[in-house]
């Protein structure tokens, strides 16, 4: 009798909406992209993608576009998932992983549009600064995974660290100083919205694959 009653409420249930988390199958081979989503549109990717925040809402935009979060920490996943499926995205996934090994090793080259980085962990004391993500080295990986045209958008708080940026991109012959359309500036990122609350500036720029 107790299962009759389990089987009538379970059939009430709603079907539940897959995940937006892609599991890799490899973390040898390069990942084919164009399995992750249904549609084959032109991938942006955001490195640290945090609590999903920004992609979530710049991925409603732009239906015309795939959007891909890269981000270690589980939760803050999670909340992109979330964001995501109730917003019925179908162009937007996650996945976990760490960001400079998706880009060098799994991301194949030339298959972006965009890069979005944005508040990467500044590293400010002097000791620490070789974990930057963004330094010269990184901008030659950014360069192989961007399609031509293809622009990288940057965001931080940390004066030093957005000078180094400036300093590796200008230093790179293959990419050019570029604009972040207003569209893009006016979608903050969790961490973007703290620094407004507490008054800190925060710097940006644009560089396109040349
Ligand atoms: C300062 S937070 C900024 C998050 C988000 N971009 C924002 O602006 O709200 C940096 C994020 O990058 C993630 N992160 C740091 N190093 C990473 C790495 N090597 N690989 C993947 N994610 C990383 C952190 O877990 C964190 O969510």
Redesign the pocket.
Known sequence: MNLHHHQNSATQLPTPVPTLLYQLTSIIDRLDVAQLFPKPQPLEV??????G??LAQYAQHHPERNFLG????LG?LRKLDRKGRRAGLSNLRGLR????Y?LEYLLPPLSISALH??????WPKRKHRKNR?VNERFTDIAHRALAAGGVIYL?TDDEDYFKQMVSAFAGNTGFALAETPEELSAVL????RGFQARGVATLRAAYAKL
């Open positions: 955001e490195l640290g993608s945090g609590d925040s920004f890269i981000e270690r920490l803050r992983i760490e960001s400079g998706f980085i944005y508040f990467p962990d500044p993500l965001r990122t969790d961490f973007e």
